[in-house]
């Protein structure tokens, strides 16, 4: 089910780095180097695939921007969230 536009707003409060990117919900991060950024990437699609739910991706040498948006509900759901959170898991680990 689609979040109301209150209901996204409470939860990027509490989601570091994500923020409104027209109908997505996005998120960029910086990598010391090429290899890191991939091993990053890898570690997203792995996530991504284990949710059955796939970000678009943007990779560039040292940083990567990621957008999460739920096609089939035109617009961001507690899927997006979900993801978004196991995502920003992995720059912990």
């Given at each position: 089910?689609?979040?109301?536009?209150?209901?996204i707003?409470?939860?990027?409060?509490?989601?570091?780095?994500?923020?409104?990117?027209?109908k997505?919900?996005g998120a960029?991060f910086?990598f010391?180097?090429f290899p890191?950024?991939?091993?990053f990437?890898?570690?997203?699609?792995?996530?991504?695939?284990?949710?059955?739910?796939?970000?678009?991706?943007?990779?560039?040498?040292?940083?990567?921007?990621?957008s999460?948006?739920?096609?089939?509900?035109?617009?961001?759901?507690?899927?997006?969230?979900?993801?978004?959170?196991?995502?920003?898991?992995?720059?912990?680990?």
């Amino acid at each position: 089910m689609r979040l109301n536009k209150k209901e996204i707003e409470n939860k990027l409060r509490q989601l570091p780095n994500w923020q409104m990117q027209g109908k997505a919900i996005g998120a960029e991060f910086q990598f010391s180097d090429f290899p890191e950024t991939i091993r990053f990437v890898n570690r997203v699609a792995d996530v991504a695939e284990a949710l059955n739910h796939h970000p678009d991706i943007c990779i560039y040498y040292n940083r990567v921007v990621i957008s999460v948006y739920t096609h089939s509900e035109d617009g961001i759901t507690e899927k997006d969230f979900t993801l978004a959170e196991q995502i920003n898991q992995l720059l912990q680990q």
